[in-house]
Each structure stands twice: as structure tokens, then as C-alpha cells.
């Protein structure tokens, strides 16, 4: 096969190879020269829940709670000025913003992500957040050591109260991942398995006994109490908040994460560009701490972070819990992030009455709004004081400083946020805004009048306390739980929810919407032709008649929902433009309020996103889909950037967060009761796995240092400052191979043949690779000489039919993305498996350690092999200097051009090839594939064209090609 440039290039020089170990050296493709392919331009061209908002007060609500206290403390970090925005077109065509890159991302604006942030303002003045006793018997009572004066344990037997490590760990596996408890009771009394393990317990009753005795609790017991609604007694089941406070924040595991004071962070020297992530660095803590140093200096912040909403445990009966979990701002939210690191603590579990004793509905819905805040106030109401005056709290160092716990967020959906501020439903629960005007924009209302709304709160018990709640845009409910609260705004409080916002809200309209516009059939004929990819899920019946479609089916609808508009025809001939812009725009605004990290400049394109939206979004009122947006999840997109500039990222109160709690505060626990007074059972459940979990941290420190003399060393008086890390979405994916080849031996002719893996040149490109990679410096003809002069010396070669991309640092084992490559299997004459070719991100230029498009370009992975190690001296091969030991043959498509298609904001892409019909092709090292890519086809204007392609065929049929930005995070961050 005549030599028509290869994947290398010229000049060579030994550092541009990777070589045994595979180190991440990247070849010079500074002077490749592979051909060209022509650009030439292509011509083708309800949220609105309905309730009774009567003013009529339901029963009372008798509970326990403490008398009412002045209101103390002005709330802070109002900031009350809205986004700036411009008056969206009249016009039909679409509209865009500032010019962007792909993603609606400004050109500069991943750039101030990539590196750890170099210039922090920390809070002026030494005393916010400083410790005020620092004292020896401060870090002996405190940690670990602490605990082990607790449990009253000598240095000898490091796993006390048991008798041993078989006995814990045997206690351990009973309690943390065991069967039930009948089920192990039953395994004991098994003749000799007890004394074959020398267990110091012989059922779960003993076992249990020992838990509930000799080990201490570091977290509060449940307490239960009766509450009262016309006649009725539900049951509540709840933790003393500020001991729960003093769990979490004095938990030995977390004391090195702890932060105790704000900061401001930039990403750059002018400090123009100010960076998001944490809680500590929004300006709800800073402004909190600026006016808690005025009354109260030496403050230490403890953000509290309320999350609640009712679940189902059961999937009959109808059986309901409804937890509330509290964490600490305190924490970073990666802590926060992962049950595992128990940053999380449940405070109780609220009743589930749906009060039908009650025959009006209207009464009834405001009897359990009253039920609610009763119930919330009496948990949250020891913060008041506390919120004020502050109260000695001691970290896992030891190390005491004067806390002030203040409620800074409150997690929920829509129902919760409204119910938690007492807004009228089809309400935004955050701003003045009205209902007849969610859908405008630009749109300039304020928070709500927190003043105002206390001036009509005092009027309860008057005769026109209904009307006057009515005129603050309130339900008139009793009590407010957060009404006495100090230093708090519960209106910017309610914090942006990913989940049942965008996901579940905004992304679930606009796929109804698409589908209105294109027709079901045309979206679902689409959706079966897609190609495969590790990140892209396989609807085959299609997306438009699925029922109970969940977040994350929503979200993987996301990542596919733009190549399906390609082409697509409106009725009456009308440009899919607009359609494409607004869809591209909710697209963009999902993708980037997930983002782990933000600055100025990628929240400028997060609003310039929602602006788009709005520019466009009368292609859906010109195609008679929708008449108004007067949406409250649409109109809630306006305070994203607005939240995360005072709270930090979305991470940090994400709803999904507390989905994932259900599992083990609710779900399991009640899997593990008996059914019969449940709760009492669950709270007695999860205070046992607390104390195991606990002491399992215990034994590993004790294991780690059985003198245990000190904690780890003479108490600090700050934790170390953490290493920041970029977001994973940025970090860079490892290759990972199996250790053995797929199949050991797969011939020549099986490799090349269009019914195998169809790699029709790779043996001329195998030899030239030889030939480059042992003669770094030859010319392109001295290449090709060699490579004819190159005699392979076997007939076959172990392949692989899978490159798997981790990163174990950030996301430990899980594959986070892969390539398949694979000729179809069958049996019997019948297909099994289709065959698969997988589309690479490949770096070809020396020095592309961060993914950027001039250094990458894309190519279809057909074989994945290694060289036989017997073969590398007959192959000339040095001892020193052996090939790369995985390798890949690369079916090239044309480079990245200088900008993606505007209309699209995607790169489009076509095959290339070499005299003719032809395809470049080069065998490079897999070390050089930065993931999978996910390709859109082109489906051109006539329907049954693309009618006759298949997902496993369409790589082979379609001319043209756009990269989908969407296929997940790494892409959408990526490639830009």
C-alpha cells in the first residue's frame, strides 16, 4: 500500500515514544501532514400545581416547644440584585448572546478552572474562627482518645469490648453487612460455628446487648413524643439538634477536613475572576461572619444544612417516612457528599399523618402545614440562643472554639420549599415574583420582604390574621418554625435542586415539547439508530412512550436530545433553529449548573444560557405547543447564580444527596424492622449501625497505633489547609487494560477481513509503525522503504476487545467511561452480538496532557492488540527499547476545525481518507486514547435514507458527523 503519511511524522526523537511502563510522552505531530479534508459548508439545511389557597386555619397543633423569642438578628448576604440580561427577539430566527464556544462557554472561562485557585483573601482580623482553648485535657477528652477513656480499654486488646479480631469483625459484618437478625441468630446456633470463631456472643440478642452497653454513643439517642391534631396522636422521633451539631463537628474522622472561617478566592491577580465551590467560599459566610464580629468577635460559623422530604418505604401499603438530615458547613461538601464519611446525621423522623379525621381538604392541608412547622420548630428551636451567643464546640483535635450554629440552607423540592416558607403553591417560594410573570425575563424581583413578612406574622391571633398572611403572599400558618431564627433568610435559603428543577422539571417539559414539535415517530426513529457508547444509554423503544421516567433516565435523555434535532422538519416548513437554540440553551444551563466549580466568567455563561432559553423560546408558541412558561421550576432557573454565589456550588445542597440518605436512614432501616411499631425499631437500628461505624474507625486507629499515647500528635490549632483539587470532570482518565487478552490468538486474516474486525490496511500500518518507532528520525521515504522490507513473523496476535478509563484518585475503581472493539458474535448462524467499533479521543501532539482540540483528533478503534514477546527481536526490537505493550489500529476522521458549526455549537466531522476510497489509518499507543466519543450522524433531509441504517451500521453509512458535547461531563468540559 503506497506510503500516504502516517500517524507520527517526521522528525522523532527518542522521548516521543512511550515505552514500557507507557508513561504518559506524547509523539510530535508538529510536522504531520496528513491530508486535508474539505470543509466545505453544509446547505442542509405541568409545574402548575393547583391547591385550595383558602385562608381557613386547620386544628391546632398541641407539641412540646419552647416559648418564642424576639426576633435577634437581621438576616445577612441579601443581595437583592438580579442578573443582568437583555430583552429577548421578536424575531423567528434564532438568537444567540456573547459569541462562545461550544457549550455556550466563554472562551476563557474553562481556563480559570483548570488550576487550583492562587489568590485567597482569608477573613481580616485573627480572631473569626480562632480557637479560644487549646488546653491538653481538651485533646485527651476529645477523638479517639476520648472515646477510648469511654470505653474503658486497655493498651493490651486493641478490638475491647470484643475478645477479639475475629470477634469484631464477625460483629461488624453482623451489623454493617450482614443478613437479618434472625438469619445470623440462626447461622450461631449452627453446632460449632460459635466456638469454631470464638465469638464472645451466641445470637443477635447478645450481640446486640453489648452494642447497646458497652459501646459509647458519640451521636444522640431518639427521643419520641406525641403530637397532637384534632383528636389525633402521631407519633415524632427526633434528636437534640445542637448534641447532633457537636457529633459531627467533634467526629475524630472529620477533624482534619474541618474549616472554621471564609474566604474569598481568586483566579487571577486582579482578582476579577472569583471562585465558587465550597460553602466557605460563597458570601452568605463571609457576610454572616462580618456581622456576627461586629456583636460577638471571635465567632466560629457552623452553617447548618437542613435537607427533608418524605419518601416511600414500602412498595404496597402505601407506607411513608418522612426523615430530616442536618449537616454542617463545615465540612467540605465531598465529605458531605459520601455516606460512607457520615457527614450526614438523620434528626428525626417527622409524622406521616394524612389527617382524614379531617373532612375538609382545605383545613387539612393547613393542618398538616401546622403540623410541620410545630414539628420543625420544636426541633430547631434550641439553635436560637445558641445562633446568638455561641457555645464552646470541640473539634476531633481537641481544639474548643465559640460555635454559632446558624441555619444557612434548606434542601428540598418544590412541595418542601413551599412548604418550608409558607408560599402559596405555583408560587416561586424565593422572590416577589408573580404567578402570571414566572415566565418573563428578563425578570427583576426581588427576595421576598422578610420584614414584611414578620410584621404580618405578629397579627396572629387577630381577627384579620388570614388576610393580612394573604397580603405578604403567605398562608396564614401559626408558628413559622424559622421565624425566630437569628441570622437567617429563609427565602434565599431554598437553594437550587438539580434534580427535580432541571431533571425531573425543565429537561421532562423540553422533551415533551421536542416531541411535539418533530413527532414521536421521527425522535424514536432516531433514538434506535444512534451509535453505541459506554455513556450513552440504549433506548430501544424509543424515549417518547415511556411512562414514570425517572431523574436519571431524564438525564441520560439529556446527553442525546440535540443529535435528534438534526434535520429535523417543523410543520408548516418552519426553521428548526430557534427549536435547536433553545434546546441547545436548557442543554447548556443543566451541564453547567452541575459543575463541581464556578467562577465569574462560568456563571456569566450560565445566565447567558438561561438568556438563550428565553430568546427563543417562542418557537414553541409558534408551533402551538405552549402558550405561556409561567413555570415555577423555569422562573427558579433565574436564582442559580445568585444561590451558588452565596452558598457555593449546587454540590453542596443538592436533593439528589438526600435521595441517596433514604436508602440508608429510611428504606433499609425499615427493611430491617418487623414491621410492627416501626420506627421505634428503625431509630434503635440506625443508633447501633452509628456506634458500629464509629467504633469500626476506633479499631482502625487503635490498629494503626496500639500505643495510642496521643492523637496522632500535639493538638493544632487549625487543621492543615486542604489540597485543592481540580473538578473530576477535569481530571485526566487512565487507561486500564485486563491483564489478559481477550482472545490469545486472532489471525491475521480475521483481523483484516470486512467481516472481522475489517482493519484492511493494517498490515502495511503495522510496519510502518515498526519502522518509525526504531528509527525515529527517518524521512517519510526512508519509512516507507523500510516498512516494505518488513516480514511479520507470525500469522496472528492476542487482542482485546475493551479499553476501560479510570481515575482511582477521585472516583477510586469505577469505570467512568470505554472502548469496545469487536466484530459481531453468533451462534448457530444467529447473531448474539452486534459487532462494535468504538469512536477515540486520540492525543497527537507532544505535550497535550490537558485535553484541548488543537492536540486531539478523533478516530474509530478497529483492533486493540499486543506484539508477542517472541516476536520483538525477529521484529528488531532491542531488549531496552521494546514496543508499547497495548496498541491500537486507528481509522482517522478529519481534524477538529478552527470553530464548531454555528448553528449546532458542535464540531463537525467526516471520514479521511487516502487516494480515493482509501482510509488514513495508524496504529498508536492506547496510552495516547483520552476517551470515548460519541458521534451525532447527519441525517440529511430525506427520511428514508437514514430509515435504512442501523446503530450498528450508521458509523459505516453516514458521510458526516458532529461530536456530541453532551456524551457526559469529561466531554462537555473537554472538548471546547
Not at 485527651?140 to 469484631?168: C, E, H, I
Not at 402559596?424 to 417560594?429: A, I, L, M, R, S
Not at 466484530?823 to 477515540?840: K, L
Request: aromatic share 10%; hydrophobic share 35%; net charge neutral.
Amino acid at each position: 500500500m503506497p506510503f500516504a503519511g502516517d500517524y507520527f511524522g517526521n522528525n522523532y526523537t527518542e522521548a516521543d515514544f512511550p515505552f514500557p511502563g507507557e508513561e504518559e510522552i506524547i509523539p510530535d505531530l508538529a510536522s504531520e501532514s496528513l491530508p486535508q479534508v474539505d470543509e466545505a459548508s453544509d446547505h442542509s439545511d405541568d409545574d402548575s400545581d393547583t391547591g385550595s389557597n383558602d385562608g381557613v386555619d386547620g386544628p391546632d397543633v398541641v407539641t412540646q416547644t419552647n416559648p418564642p423569642i424576639p426576633h435577634h438578628a437581621q438576616p445577612v448576604g441579601a443581595n437583592n440584585t438580579p442578573p443582568s440580561v437583555r430583552t429577548p427577539p421578536a424575531e423567528e430566527e434564532a438568537t444567540s448572546g456573547p459569541a462562545t464556544a461550544p457549550g455556550g462557554i466563554a472562551i476563557d472561562a474553562h481556563d480559570s478552572l483548570r488550576s487550583a485557585p492562587q489568590y485567597i483573601t482569608e477573613y481580616p482580623g485573627k480572631k473569626a474562627g480562632a480557637p479560644i482553648s487549646v488546653a491538653l485535657n481538651n485533646a485527651t477528652a476529645a477523638g479517639y482518645p476520648g472515646y477510648r477513656d469511654q470505653l474503658g480499654s486497655n493498651s493490651a486488646n486493641v478490638w475491647a469490648p470484643f475478645s477479639s479480631k475475629m470477634d469484631w469483625e464477625v460483629a461488624q459484618w453482623a451489623k454493617l453487612r450482614g443478613p437479618g437478625s434472625t438469619a445470623f441468630t440462626e447461622l450461631l446456633a449452627i453446632n460449632g460455628v460459635m466456638d469454631a470463631l470464638g465469638l464472645s456472643f451466641k445470637n443477635t440478642a447478645e450481640l446486640n446487648k453489648i452494642i447497646d452497653t458497652q459501646l459509647p454513643a458519640k451521636r444522640p439517642a431518639f427521643t419520641r413524643q406525641d403530637v397532637i391534631v384534632g383528636g389525633e396522636t402521631s407519633e415524632i422521633y427526633t434528636r437534640d439538634v445542637i448534641e447532633c451539631i457537636k457529633a459531627l463537628y467533634g467526629d475524630a474522622q472529620h477533624a482534619q477536613y474541618l474549616v472554621f472561617k471564609p474566604e474569598r478566592q481568586y483566579a487571577d491577580a486582579d482578582k476579577t475572576q472569583r471562585v465558587y465551590h465550597d460553602m466557605n467560599t460563597g458570601k452568605w459566610w463571609w457576610d454572616t461572619q462580618k456581622s456576627l464580629e461586629q456583636q460577638k468577635p471571635g465567632a466560629t460559623v457552623i452553617p447548618i444544612i437542613i435537607s427533608s422530604d418524605k419518601t416511600q418505604i414500602t412498595l404496597f401499603r402505601n407506607k411513608t417516612a418522612y426523615p430530616v438530615y442536618l449537616s454542617i458547613g463545615n465540612l467540605p461538601k465531598g465529605i458531605r457528599r459520601k455516606p460512607s464519611k457520615q457527614g450526614q446525621i438523620l434528626l428525626a423522623y417527622l409524622p406521616t399523618s394524612r389527617l382524614l379525621h379531617i373532612t375538609n381538604k382545605a383545613a387539612r392541608r393547613r393542618a398538616q402545614c401546622n403540623m410541620f412547622h410545630a414539628c420543625m420548630s420544636n426541633i430547631l428551636s434550641p439553635l436560637r440562643l445558641p445562633g446568638i451567643n455561641g457555645i464552646p464546640m470541640v473539634d476531633g483535635h481537641g481544639v474548643t472554639r465559640r460555635g454559632h450554629p446558624i441555619l444557612a440552607v434548606y434542601v428540598g423540592d418544590y412541595p418542601e420549599q413551599i412548604l418550608v416558607t409558607g408560599a402559596f403553591t405555583g408560587d416561586c417560594p424565593r422572590c416577589e415574583c408573580p404567578n402570571a410573570e414566572l415566565g418573563d425575563y428578563p425578570n427583576e424581583h426581588n427576595h421576598r420582604d422578610l420584614e414584611a413578612i414578620h410584621d404580618a406574622l405578629e397579627h396572629l391571633g387577630e381577627p384579620d390574621y388570614a388576610q393580612t398572611c394573604r397580603d405578604a403572599r403567605i398562608k396564614p400558618i401559626q408558628h413559622l418554625f424559622w421565624e425566630d431564627l437569628p441570622y437567617i433568610h429563609i427565602f434565599q435559603s431554598i437553594t437550587p435542586d438539580i434534580l427535580h428543577q432541571l431533571h425531573q422539571g425543565v429537561v421532562k417539559h423540553l422533551i415533551s415539547w421536542v416531541t411535539d414539535a418533530c413527532g414521536a415517530s421521527v425522535i424514536d426513529e432516531r433514538v434506535h439508530r444512534l451509535p453505541p457508547n459506554h455513556s450513552i444509554h440504549r433506548f430501544k423503544k424509543g424515549i417518547t412512550s415511556l411512562s414514570r421516567v425517572s431523574g436519571t433516565e431524564h438525564r441520560q435523555m439529556s446527553s442525546l436530545l440535540l443529535g435528534l434535532l438534526i434535520d429535523a422538519p417543523l410543520p408548516g416548513g418552519v426553521s428548526n433553529r430557534p427549536l435547536i437554540a433553545a434546546t441547545r440553551s436548557i442543554l447548556d444551563f443543566l451541564y453547567l449548573a452541575q459543575y463541581p466549580i464556578h467562577t465569574d466568567a462560568t456563571l456569566a455563561s450560565l445566565d447567558n444560557s438561561l438568556q438563550e432559553f428565553h430568546n427563543n423560546k417562542h418557537i414553541f408558541s409558534t408551533l402551538g405547543i405552549r402558550e405561556n412558561f409561567n413555570l415555577p421550576k423555569l422562573h427558579s432557573l433565574v436564582h442559580y447564580v445568585h444561590a451558588i454565589k452565596l452558598f457555593g456550588t449546587t454540590d453542596n445542597y443538592n436533593t439528589e444527596s438526600t435521595e441517596r440518605l433514604h436508602i440508608d436512614f429510611a428504606k433499609d432501616a425499615y427493611q430491617a424492622t418487623n414491621r410492627k411499631d416501626e420506627f421505634a425499631q428503625m431509630t434503635k437500628w440506625l443508633e447501633r449501625k452509628e456506634k458500629m461505624a464509629h467504633h469500626a474507625n476506633y479499631a482502625t486507629w487503635r490498629e494503626a497505633d496500639q500505643s495510642c499515647t496521643t492523637l496522632d500528635a500535639t493538638p493544632v490549632s487549625s487543621p492543615p489547609r486542604h489540597l485543592w483539587e481540580p473538578p473530576d470532570m477535569a481530571c485526566k482518565l487512565n487507561v486500564k487494560m485486563t491483564r489478559h487478552p481477550t482472545k490469545k490468538s486472532v489471525g491475521l486474516d480475521t483481523i483484516i477481513s470486512l467481516g472481522g474486525y475489517g482493519a484492511t490496511s493494517f498490515v502495511p500500518a503495522l510496519c510502518r509503525f515498526i519502522v518509525q518507532f526504531q528509527n525515529p528520525n527517518f524521512t517519510r521515504g526512508q519509512i516507507e522503504a523500510g516498512a516494505q522490507e518488513i516480514h511479520l513473523p507470525f500469522r496472528s496476535l492476542p487482542v482485546f476487545h475493551r479499553i476501560k478509563f479510570w481515575n482511582e484518585r477521585v472516583h477510586g475503581n469505577q469505570t467512568l467511561d470505554s472502548i469496545h472493539a469487536y466484530p459481531s458474535r453468533s451462534t448457530n448462524g444467529d447473531v448474539i452480538a452486534a459487532a462494535r467499533f468504538d469512536i477515540a479521543l486520540v492525543s497527537v501532539q507532544k505535550g497535550t496532557f490537558l485535553i484541548r482540540l488543537p492536540g486531539m483528533r478523533v478516530g474509530q478503534v478497529r483492533v486493540i492488540f499486543t506484539l508477542p514477546e517472541n516476536s520483538h527481536q525477529l521484529l528488531g526490537f532491542s531488549p531496552g527499547k521494546p514496543p508499547p505493550r497495548h496498541l491500537a489500529y486507528i481509522e482517522w476522521f478529519s481534524r477538529f476545525p478552527s470553530r464548531p458549526e454555528p448553528h449546532l455549537k458542535m464540531y463537525k466531522l467526516s471520514r479521511s481518507f487516502v487516494q480515493g476510497a482509501d482510509r488514513l489509518v495508524s496504529i498508536v499507543p492506547v496510552s495516547l486514547i483520552q476517551q470515548s466519543v460519541h458521534l451525532f450522524p447527519k441525517w440529511g433531509r430525506d427520511r428514508a435514507t437514514y430509515l435504512s441504517w442501523s446503530a450498528e451500521d450508521i458509523l459505516e453509512k453516514c458521510n458526516t458527523y458532529y461530536v456530541n458535547s453532551f456524551k457526559d461531563r469529561h466531554m462537555y468540559y473537554n472538548v471546547y
